[in-house]
């Protein structure tokens, strides 16, 4: 499939990161339940900030993925995709 659009790129881009927090549940918080882990990130914002921007570093993966086909609309998503995630990252660890 290929798919050349920056709107595809933003879907994936947002959807990937879903992927790392996963990920780091299994990895750091293995021993708290899942509803422990959500309402931790939630409430605690430099746990927060921190899952988060371990989790989009696995956005390097599409994005190398498509660039390297020659498919930048749907890179560019990504990236955007990832530049929004950095606002958040910026937003849970120096403003809330």
């Known amino acids: 499939m290929r798919r050349n659009n920056a709107i595809f790129g933003l879907i ?21 339940p899942v509803d422990a882990f959500i309402n931790r990130l939630f409430s605690d914002g430099d746990i927060a900030s921190k899952v988060i921007s371990l989790s989009v570093l696995i956005n390097v993966i599409p994005f190398v993925l498509y660039t390297n086909r020659r498919l930048d609309l749907t890179g560019r998503g990504i990236l955007i995709a990832t530049m929004l995630y950095g606002v958040l990252f910026v937003l849970l660890k120096f403003v809330w």
């Open 12 to 32: 994936i881009g947002l959807f990937t990161p879903v992927i790392g927090v996963m990920i780091s549940y299994l990895i750091w918080f293995r021993a708290f």
